[in-house]
């Protein structure tokens, strides 16, 4: 069972989806759905429409009926490793480790850019998942090397601390250091992350606004955590509001209880004991004042957990300032950049976040 479980949380193949290049050619042909209360909406659905993209489905399938995720540190970092993907860029890159010095801080940053964007004058500053205790720059590096390719900007992959041995605000300082270095050589400075690491960049938005040190021009998010501690019971966590064919109900239920148990597991060891109010905006960006994210880009998967906070986000982001966009990929669940180069979704996911940067 405990191998089963990892597997979930790692999402993670050596396998390339059958008819990757035709499904992608099929994605990147949908339109917008519409523009409602300022958020402009991409529902990209599989076909057969509401079931699992076959590779995502390979993770859930096995899960046990009430599974029970491993609670140790070392195997929930485990849970965090990934392998597989393939590199998507056909241009010549750079690639180089940095030591970003500035606040008192010492942060590695991994610099990633076209050899001919090397003076671009946007810099997207990134954020790796891995429930705030996991994870490295390294797990998301060809997704990333994918975005600078495709966008012109400088990428800088954050090596932030990781709790609990550096537990909260330790990382969301780390992300603020590199900011601060950074409003001194771009004109433009963008926030971004995945999982965890999402939540990590909006905290970072808005101790940049409340410091002046600068405003974030816009906000890349793949299936961020925007909220701690909430109601597992409470609409948030309402798997049956989640279309998804009858044979497939069961076992998205059980990865919505996983993924449970994880949202109560990361939240202790983030904040390792402090007596501090996970309602906080710095905690909880869902919580925040939703006009601070402007031009958010948010991209979740179908099957997501966290896709109906992810909902809720993106809609008071677009209602306070008019300029947020919304991509749900159809058959896909959480952590989908470790699928890069073998499912469709996520190079379609990977060039519509760069061309909104």
Known sequence: MKRGVIKMLNDTTTKQSLGYSEELKRLRSIKPTGKVDGVTSWIKE????????????????????????????????????????????????????????????????VRIARMDHLTADKALIYFHGGAYYGGTPEDVLLALKFVAEQANCVVYNVDYALAPEQPY?????????????????????????????????????????????????????????????????????????????????????????????????????????????????????????????????????????????DEVFVQQAGQANGDAHYFRYGGISHAFLNFTGNVPAVEDALAMGAKLI
């Not at 929930?76 to 590199?87: A, I, P, V």
């Not at 963008?190 to 960049?201: K, L, Q, R, T």
């Not at 983030?270 to 919580?287: E, G, I, K, R």
């Open 169 to 309: 605000p330790a990382g969301i300082l780390d992300g603020l250091a590199v900011v601060a270095a950074m409003v001194k050589s771009y004109r433009h400075i963008c926030v971004g992350g995945d999982s965890a690491g999402g939540s990590i960049a909006l905290a970072v938005s808005q101790l940049c606004k409340s410091m002046g040190i600068c405003t974030i021009e816009s906000h890349l998010l793949f299936y961020p955590t925007v909220i701690q501690g909430s109601d597992l019971n409470g609409s948030l966590w309402d798997d049956h509001s989640i279309d998804v064919v009858p044979e497939q109900r069961d076992a998205l239920h059980r990865s919505y209880q996983l993924f449970e148990q994880l949202d109560t597991i990361m939240s202790g060891y983030y904040v390792a004991d402090q007596p501090v109010d996970l309602t906080a905006p710095l905690l909880s960006p869902l919580l925040a004042d939703p006009a601070i994210f402007k031009n958010v880009t948010l991209l979740v998967g179908e099957y997501d957990p966290f896709r109906l906070q």
């Open 46 to 109: 599989r076909d057969p429409i509401h079931t699992f993209e076959p590779l995502v489905w390979e993770t859930v399938a096995g899960i046990d009926e009430n599974p029970q995720l491993p609670t140790d540190l070392f195997s929930l970092r485990q849970g965090t490793e990934t392998s597989g993907q393939r590199d998507l860029t056909s241009v010549e890159m750079k690639v180089e480790m940095q030591q970003i010095v500035a606040m008192n801080r010492r942060v590695r940053v």
